[in-house]
């Protein structure tokens, strides 16, 4: 998914149900992911200061338990990223893949 309109345009997402029954596991030890709040990040492609201020970001959200969800570019923008800067890893139970339906 590549987002194309102006930055000031307004994206909408909604949750489609689905079956928690096959939720895998708990996160250290209580909750299952499904319950843990979370917070999903669109970040402009190609913006090297973006991009470190969401990798800040991220890090500040997972360390106070917050998961994060990204998409694809998100995620290879942060591969990019010199991985020694990162406080965090990508493969985090915490990180999430986010990949939209097109309708």
Do not use: C
Request: avoid cysteine.
């Amino acid at each position: 998914m590549e987002l194309i309109g102006p930055a000031t345009g307004q994206v909408v997402y909604s949750w489609e149900k689905r079956d928690t029954s096959s939720e895998a596991g708990t996160v250290n030890g209580s909750s299952s992911l499904s319950t843990i709040p979370a917070a999903l990040f669109l970040v402009k492609q190609n913006d090297k200061e973006l991009t470190t201020v969401a990798a800040n970001t991220i890090s500040e959200l997972i360390t106070r338990g917050i998961q994060v969800l990204i998409d694809d570019s998100l995620k290879e923008q942060l591969d990019q990223l010199n991985s020694t800067n990162l406080d965090f890893h990508l493969d985090s139970h915490m990180i999430r893949l986010f990949k939209p339906k097109v309708s």
